[in-house]
């Protein structure tokens, strides 16, 4: 199984191919269209700043690219939000469009602090990404904006109202929580997506 | 629901995990990979690593570890002791750390905590806060290993860093670290009320209950402690079932 995952300079990607190597998958870190577009999964993930990431993604062409990628993809964390249309994130900044929801960021409030950082639980799980987890699931979250719940959801998490913790459209998948952080169950979230 | 965090931290230095850390079972206590892979196993929430090597070599061995740690890890941590550079936060970071804790050069210079916000993003930027008591000026916000006064106020100095954008506050009570006379509370509390990001309580824990008087009393967001995880004097399981008890959302 070839899988690539994009570089686009989106901070962390090295806990994620460790991940993957836990699991016994080799994995190439490329922005080359062609390596990309012949994989059989594509992995998405991103930390840092939004409007810093879609200037990157210009710039190597992957704003044109990503969007018509046929194979399973998973976005991580910014690599889910990017997905979006819009984020408040940098003044307000354009995404690239795959999924219908704007980004927007958490209200700081004395008892939610922001960014929403540590172990919250899913709910509303729905499809194979999901398979073998339940409600009782806990993953490893670090953000400050985030995706409303809409009709692409399928993963909330409460902050304290719900919010996408997990999206999808046809192939495109996205998590906005770390998979490659989040213990046994994040392992199986990634192991789910690689028999999609 | 959000949960309490429970991070043991471990100091290490040269490459290897120091202040005597007896485990039964544990054919090397030294190898801080087997260490933070049994804590993650028991579990632990986080970890950070507070590196104390003084030799030339620091940037080298601290790199070669959190590559060794986060290859075998699969919860996140922290690294800290001593950072001082973009470029050393850098090294850690492309290396597999998720977070970095900056502790004398923020002091130092604070604009290095604007720069590494920026160019790094808030979320794996982690602010140490040393602070100790005194009866004429209140709480006081120490360096280099808690042997200078700043002469800063430390609710002051945790909001100032707040603002320049760090993503967290690890604040340590310098009185009570040792003691196992239970966390700072009053400080602790202050800080969280004062700042919107989460804040790490450390220093002083010795008993199940000082954790739930952190997390009640003081509103801190994770409670950090070493001894008494490394000498197995409370075990994380246990502890966290003990705060579910109390009515403390943790992950089981």
Redesign the interface.
């Known amino acids: 199984m070839k899988i690539a995952i994009i570089d686009y300079k989106g ?2 990607v ?2 994620v191919l ?2 993957l ?2 699991l016994g998958v080799q994995a190439t870190l490329t922005a080359d269209h062609d390596v990309i577009r012949r994989a059989d999964k594509v992995l998405f993930p991103g ?3 939004a409007a810093s990431a879609m200037r990157e993604l210009r710039a190597q062409g992957l704003h044109e690219l990503l969007p018509t990628l046929t194979q399973p993809f998973l976005g991580i964390c910014l690599g889910m939000q990017l997905l979006g249309r819009h984020t408040q994130e940098g003044g307000g900044t354009e995404l690239l469009g795959i999924l219908p929801f704007d980004v927007v960021r958490f209200p ?1 409030t ?2 939610y ?9 899913l709910q509303a799980l729905r499809g194979p990404l999901f398979e073998g987890l339940s409600a009782e699931d ?1 993953v ?5 904006y985030y995706a409303p719940v809409g009709e692409y959801t399928i993963a909330e998490a ?2 304290p109202a719900p919010f996408s913790a997990a999206v999808q459209h046809e192939n495109f998948y996205a998590v906005q929580f ?1 998979t ?5 169950v ?2 199986r979230i990634l192991e789910n997506f690689l028999k999609l | ?5 429970i991070i043991p931290c471990l100091d290490v230095k040269d490459g290897r995990t120091v202040k005597g850390v007896r485990f039964e079972g544990l054919r090397d206590a030294g190898d801080p990979v087997a260490l933070a892979a049994r804590y ?1 196993r028991e579990g632990a ?1 986080e970890l950070v690593f507070l590196d104390i090597t003084a030799t030339n070599q620091k940037r080298a061995t601290l790199v070669a570890l959190v ?1 060794d740690v ?2 075998e890890l ?3 941590f922290t690294v800290g002791g001593g950072i001082g550079t973009v470029s050393d936060v850098e090294a850690l ?6 977070k970095v804790s900056i502790n004398s050069a923020a002091l130092a210079r604070p604009e290095l905590i604007d720069e590494l916000a ?1 160019r ?5 930027i982690v602010v140490a806060a040393d602070a100790r008591y005194h009866d004429a000026d209140g709480w006081q916000i120490y360096t280099r290993a808690g042997t200078h006064n700043t002469g800063r106020d430390a609710v002051q100095w945790c909001r100032e860093a707040a603002e320049r954008g760090a ?2 506050i690890l604040l340590t009570s310098m009185s009570n670290d040792g003691t196992k006379d239970g966390f700072a509370l009053d400080i602790t509390g202050a800080v969280s ?1 004062a ?5 790490v309580a450390s220093g002083g824990a010795g008993s199940k209950q000082d954790f739930t008087n952190v997390f009640q009393q003081a ?1 801190a ?2 409670g950090l402690a070493a001894s008494i995880f490394h000498f197995g004097e409370i075990g994380i399981r246990e502890l966290k079932e003990h705060l579910r008890q109390d009515g403390i959302a943790v ?1 089981l």
């Open positions: 901070g962390n090295q806990s460790f991940a190597e836990r930390e840092g700043e700081a004395p008892e602090k922001v960014p929403h950082m540590g172990w919250n639980n806990y490893y979250f670090v953000h400050s409460a902050y770390h490659e952080k989040s213990g046994p994040g392992t | 629901m959000l949960t309490k965090r993650a929430d590559r986060a290859r699969d919860i996140p970071l492309m290396n597999g750390a998720d920026a790094f993003g808030s979320q794996c993503g967290e009320r700042v919107s990001v989460p804040v509103h967001d994770a992950r």
